[in-house]
């Protein structure tokens, strides 16, 4: 008899049962967690036990609580101690059941010792009797089910346009439509999918509507949304090789077809393909397996392709390397991938400065280190500077919105000057804001001489790399350590997937390495344990839909999606510049086009706020060297023509009373104050279109317009406020006065930390004394004022309060010249 784990069973059976008020209830062994407050025993210890074990349990079970030789052992010792006696009489019912199954279960292990059990069916036995307890969807119901979801998914897209592609609904608008509590009991299917209609559907801003043309497209298609389908049906979690080794395995390939596909420097690649050569020489950029002439043709180009790559083709500079030790992994999102590179880049500098200087200290090195990033760089270089805890530079980029070697050179020998260590440089190969792409071999370059970690963020246009006319743009990629890209953004898959490739996997592995005993297996040395890659221990099986939609499409098919959107956003920057009223900022390269009116920041602002509040379109603006433009983004899958005309009359048609208003604004304004002095301060600070006569020629003339097409859609006619509905006004509401919410103004202080990595002095080393006197100050105004006031009456402010009043003198000492905060983060 073991004591010890007759006492820590008698403890858990105390915990499980200790909510009187559901114990009481005698049948909880038989009903579901789901329904009653206490878990059933079986169902308890199943969570505790490995799953091959309870499996060999249940085969022989003859009845419906199948238990597990483990549970079957404590249960027998705690009823030789007699402890069920010592139970409270509340708990009796319930442990008497315990103890007949006790009974059984033993009798089922003496049995089973005799007999090999047949697992095929009693598993059947299992899953039935597991099923049939469960109240909610059963096998049948799933299936139908499953079907309308499939149907209604299917319709969804195809009538997505009938729909207003924003929801008109304000924050909070969902509470007062849904129960304030979850439902005790199980509903109807039905019921939940009306509400989806009623509830859910007004709340949704439809990303795959023709109409939206905001941020960059989201993927989606019916491939990616099965495979996706058929990961959650798996319902594993692939953390290591032995978590479900398929999963790793399939994951490993497909980077490794991403990778060619879009010609990556070969030394990323998961498989090292000189191997694969000399091991065969035909198959490996085979794909689909086909044996038809095209795909031959195809495969050989591809395979002329690689073998170019791996021999210094289109990577001249490939950096030398003794062995092949690149691979890539599926992470969430763009913004994980940078963070895990800045980890990785992070470890491999204080390591080597700590071999050259055993002395030095982790967080003397990690006080000085500085990473390198654009103006235009997405905000998540920043957000991983956070927290990683080291400096980001956001470095001015030249008038093509590239990042220059010279501007980093620069910045690189000001800081080592005093005393900082730079270890990293984000570069950006398609900008957010507008598209453009640092220059990758400049920087690379510096890089190597100054022994940088060099990561390259093509989150968006890193998928266009499949069409060989647009791989002008990776120019520069060998010199990189890493390089991250999207295809849930522009490959057609769905969210998340974000593929990220690393020259040296160990550095990364080094930097996110920790090891418990329970997530060790015997195949480690072997196989690739991918939490080692990343910040989660739990991982999807995401390379799933990249199968799915790879193979269901073809390259090819990937290839003309990508093109037609490339050309489609062409065909929409030649109607732009049909109207003289428009400027195209920046080049249009892959799918967005970047326009504003020419005119002021404001008067663009009102036009955006115009087309957004209808309803009609929806786009984000940017803002790039000052300027505030308008991006669109090419984004629906089966994007046409017509389309493209259709939202260009949108933007035309705001655009005309957009001018109308800002043009009758002004004038009321003008005449209301022609008197007075203030009037003529403010006539100093008008806009550009105010001191444009140009400018105002063009607006006053509308040009000819080439032919649209008028049909309009018709959209529904109410709207969901947060406790009320009411009727859609036909009028766009144009705000002139509505603040930029960017502005410093509006930002709340950053606390300490942020302030020190984003030091104004460090940021901005040129700024003159001038300059940075006029800088605005962190605290708002009325803040500063509430904290003085306040001050001498420490013991009543709030702990928010005194951190403020704390951060704000530190800040005062510290930052008076504070360095502006950057408007181009998105
Ligand atoms: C260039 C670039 N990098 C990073 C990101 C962040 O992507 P994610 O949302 O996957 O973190 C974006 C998002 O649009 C992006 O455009």
């Not at 304030?180 to 439809?206: C, F």
């Not at 957000?383 to 919105?401: C, Q, S, T, Y």
Request: with cysteine; hydrophobic share 35%.
């Amino acid at each position: 008899m073991d004591k010890g784990i007759g006492t820590i069973y008698h403890k858990l059976t105390n915990l499980f049962h200790s909510n009187p008020s559901t114990s009481a209830s005698t049948n909880t062994i038989s009903s579901t967690p789901e329904m009653s407050g206490s878990l059933p025993i079986s169902t308890f210890f199943d969570r505790l036990i490995p799953s091959s074990t309870t499996q060999t349990k249940i085969l022989h079970n003859p009845n419906r609580y199948h238990n597990t030789s483990r549970v079957t052992r404590q249960i027998s010792i705690k009823t030789e101690q007699n402890s069920v006696s010592s139970q409270p009489t509340s708990f009796d019912t319930q442990n008497t059941t315990a103890l007949n199954i006790l009974e059984q279960s033993i009798a089922a292990e003496v049995h089973s010792k005799d007999e090999p059990p047949n697992h095929a069916s009693n598993s059947l036995q299992y899953r039935h009797e597991t099923t049939s307890s469960i109240p909610g969807m059963d096998d049948a119901e799933f299936r139908r089910r499953g079907k309308e979801m499939i149907d209604y998914i299917a319709d969804y897209l195809l009538h997505i346009s009938d729909r207003r592609v924003t929801p008109e609904v304000e924050p909070g608008y969902l509470r007062p439509l849904l129960p304030k509590n979850a439902p005790k009991q199980s509903e109807k299917w039905e019921d939940i999918m009306s509400d989806v209609e009623r509830a859910i559907m007004p709340g949704i801003t439809h990303w795959q509507h023709p109409r939206f043309h905001a941020y960059f497209p989201a993927g989606n298609s019916y491939p990616s949304i099965l495979g996706e389908m058929l990961s959650a049906g798996l319902g594993i979690v692939g953390f290591s090789w032995a978590a479900s080794p398929a999963c790793t395995e399939l994951e490993t390939i497909m980077l490794d077809w991403i990778g060619r596909m879009i010609a990556l420097p070969v030394a990323f690649l998961p498989f090292d393909p000189k191997c694969d050569h000399k091991k065969n020489d035909n198959d490996d950029v085979s794909l689909s397996g086909s044996d038809d002439d095209d795909d031959d043709d195809d495969d050989e180009s591809s395979d002329d392709h690689l073998r170019d790559s791996i021999s210094n083709g289109d990577n001249n500079h490939e950096r030398k390397q003794s062995r092949h030790i690149g691979g890539g992994v599926l992470l969430g999102s763009a913004s994980e991938c940078i963070l895990v590179a800045m980890l990785a880049a992070r470890t491999k500098k204080i390591t080597s400065k700590r071999l050259a200087d055993p002395l030095i200290e982790d967080g003397q090195i990690l006080a000085k280190l500085v990473c390198y990033t654009s103006k235009l760089a997405h905000s998540c270089v920043e957000k991983a500077g956070l927290i990683a805890m080291v400096r980001v530079r956001d470095l001015p980029v030249d008038e093509n919105f590239s990042l220059r070697g010279e501007t980093l050179d620069e910045w690189i020998r000001a800081d080592k000057e005093n005393g900082l260590i730079p270890f990293l440089v984000s570069g950006t190969l398609g900008t957010t804001s507008c598209c453009s792409y640092d220059n990758l071999e400049e920087i690379g370059e510096i890089c190597q001489r100054e022994d940088l970690w060099f990561h390259v963020d093509g989150a968006y246009a890193g998928s266009a790399l499949i069409c060989e006319e647009y791989r002008y743009i990776m120019k520069g990629l060998q010199f990189a350590d890493s390089f991250n890209t999207n295809p849930n953004k522009w490959l057609l898959m769905n969210f998340d997937c974000s593929c990220f490739w690393v020259r040296d996997k160990f550095a990364l592995i080094n930097a996110m390495s920790v090891d418990p005993l329970y997530l060790q297996h015997k195949h480690a040395q072997q196989a690739v344990d991918y939490r080692h890659w990343g910040v989660a221990l739990s991982r999807r099986f995401r390379a799933l839909k990249l199968w799915f939609t790879i193979r269901s499409y073809g390259i090819e098919g990937l290839r003309f999606y990508i093109r037609e959107h490339c050309r489609l956003a062409k065909v929409f920057e030649l109607l732009i510049r049909t109207d003289i009223r428009f400027e195209i900022i920046g080049n249009v390269t892959l799918g967005l086009v970047c326009f504003r009116l020419t005119g002021s920041n404001k008067l663009n602002q009102a036009l955006l706020l115009s087309l957004n509040d209808s309803g009609l379109i929806h786009m984000v603006p940017s803002m790039v060297n000052d300027l505030y433009i308008i991006r669109f983004a090419v984004c629906a899958k089966h994007a046409t023509d017509d389309d493209m005309r259709i939202a260009f009359h949108i933007i035309q048609e705001h655009a005309d009373s957009v001018i109308i208003e800002y043009r009758a604004q002004r004038s009321r304004r003008q005449s209301s104050s022609a008197d007075s002095i203030e009037s003529t301060a403010k006539q100093t600070s008008t806009t550009n279109v105010e001191q444009n006569p140009c400018v105002l020629e063009e607006i006053t003339n509308p040009n000819i317009l080439p032919e649209i097409p008028t049909a309009r859609n018709v959209y529904p006619k109410t709207k969901i406020r947060a406790n009320t509905i009411t009727t859609m006004t036909p009028h766009h509401r144009v705000t002139f006065e509505k603040p930029i919410s960017n502005s410093l103004k509006d930002k709340r202080p950053r606390p300490m930390f942020v302030r020190m990595v984003s030091d104004a002095k460090l940021h901005y080393p040129k700024r003159t004394a001038s300059q940075l006197s006029r800088q605005t100050s962190l605290v708002t105004p009325r803040g500063r004022k509430r904290i003085q006031s306040d001050s001498g009456n420490h013991a009543s402010r709030s702990s928010s309060e005194r951190y403020l009043a704390r951060t704000v003198s530190i800040l005062e000492t510290v930052n008076s010249d504070e360095g502006e905060l950057d408007d181009n983060k998105q």
